[in-house]
Nanobody
C-alpha cells in the first residue's frame, strides 16, 4: 500500500556531510509525522529526528546543531541533512512515516518503515 524509498547513505570521513532522502508513495491520503531513526551495530534503534506535517521538529540531543530534518509535503519526502559527521554516527538509518491510507471507503493509519540506508563515518 505504502512504500518508502531511502537514498543518500554512504561512506564519509569525519567532519563530512551527507543528505538522506526518503520518498513515500502509494495509496496516501495524508502524511503526519515523518522521521529518522538510527541503529548502530549491537544497539537498539533510536530516534534521530522527527518532523510533523506542520513543520515542528524534534531532534536528539546527540545530533543537535549538526543534523537538520526537513520535508517536502508536495513530494511526500523527508530529508536528513547531516553535517560534521562523527564516527559514532555510523549506523543504519531508517525512515519512519505515519500515513493515512484509503482503500475503497476505509481509512487506515499506518506506521511504515524504510529498508534502511547505511552511513559509515571513518575517523
Amino acid at each position: 500500500q505504502v512504500q518508502l524509498v531511502e537514498s543518500g547513505g554512504g561512506l564519509v570521513q569525519a567532519g563530512g556531510s551527507l543528505r538522506l532522502s526518503c520518498a513515500a508513495s502509494g495509496s496516501i491520503v495524508s502524511i503526519n509525522s515523518m522521521g529518522w531513526y538510527s541503529q548502530a551495530p549491537g544497539k537498539q534503534r533510536e530516534l534521530v529526528a522527527t518532523i510533523t506535517s506542520g513543520g515542528s521538529t524534534n531532534v536528539a540531543d546527540s545530533v543537535k546543531g549538526r543534523f537538520t530534518i526537513s520535508r517536502d509535503n508536495a513530494k511526500n519526502t523527508v530529508y536528513l541533512q547531516m553535517n560534521n559527521l562523527k564516527p559514532e554516527d555510523t549506523a543504519v538509518y531508517y525512515c519512519n512515516v505515519g500515513v493515512v491510507t484509503r482503500r475503497d471507503s476505509t481509512y487506515r493509519y499506518l506506521e511504515v518503515w524504510g529498508q534502511g540506508t547505511l552511513v559509515t563515518v571513518s575517523s
